[in-house]
């Protein structure tokens, strides 16, 4: 299986920061990353697909980037609606698998 | 809208089986385009996911629950369901249906809410 591993765990943010957060493939995944925000007690939603491509209605703070083993999420402008769980999942090789996901908190 | 829901018991016993139904709503699990998956959300692996199945009848199994798994599709209710068998209590946890592109595989963009199981005596 691929393993997925993110970090931070735990990223302290505030309102107008900009976050970056990692997401790591033991194998190389090319650019088959999927990234989803999970707000408490909701299923995770996705953001972008491809390491890269925003999801139709996502804002535009939120980017992706990385290919291969080494990928990030970037919110610019963090805003009160993006306090929340990030999770990045692979889908280049059966199983699918999602990283334990980053939690940025204010 | 697509609109997904999962329903089954909220408890299930050691040994026993889980059995959970997703309703879909809002459009058909008749389609080439999609694949039905079950992920779960548990304390001790975060997201995990145990299998898909195409309304044709295929089936796809992550091989870390595959002898216990069973995804079907039943076309003429528009839903599909999951079978777990010899549960544990790490089997508790949130259970959600979720619609995957058939391609690529294993991208999700409809998730239903989840249901939480909890295995306990």
């Known amino acids: 299986d691929t393993r997925m591993t993110q970090s931070p765990s735990t990223l302290p943010a505030a309102v107008g920061d900009t976050v970056t957060l990692s997401c790591r493939a033991s194998?190389?995944?090319?650019?088959?990353l999927a990234w989803y925000q999970q707000i408490p007690g909701k299923p995770p939603k996705l953001l972008i697909s491809?390491?890269?491509t925003l999801v139709s209605g996502v804002p535009s703070r939120f980017s992706g980037s990385g290919s291969g083993t080494e990928f990030t999420l970037t919110i610019t402008n963090v805003q009160p609606e993006d306090f929340a769980t990030y999770h990045c999942?692979?889908?280049?090789?059966?199983?699918?698998?999602f990283g334990q996901g980053t939690k940025v908190e204010i | 809208q697509l609109q997904l829901r999962e329903s089954g018991p909220g408890l299930v016993k050691p040994s026993g089986t889980l059995s959970l139904t997703c309703d879909v709503s809002?459009?058909?699990?008749?389609?080439?385009?999609?694949?039905w998956d079950w992920i779960r959300q548990t304390p001790g692996k975060g997201l995990e996911w145990i299998g898909s199945?195409?309304?044709?009848?295929?089936?796809y199994y992550n091989p870390s629950l595959q002898s216990r798994a069973t995804v079907a599709a039943d076309t003429s209710k528009n839903q599909f369901s999951l079978r777990l068998t010899s549960v544990t209590a790490a089997d508790t946890g949130v259970y959600y249906c979720?619609?995957?592109?058939?391609?690529?595989?294993?991208?999700?963009?409809?998730w239903g809410q989840g249901t939480q199981v909890t295995v306990s005596s």
């Open positions: 194998q190389n995944i090319n650019t088959w």
């Open positions: 999942q692979q889908y280049r090789t059966p199983p699918w698998t």
């Open positions: 809002g459009g058909s699990i008749i389609t080439n385009d999609f694949y």
């Open positions: 491809r390491a890269s």
């Open positions: 199945v195409h309304f044709r009848g295929s089936a």
């Open positions: 979720v619609r995957g592109a058939e391609n690529p595989r294993g991208l999700y963009d409809h």
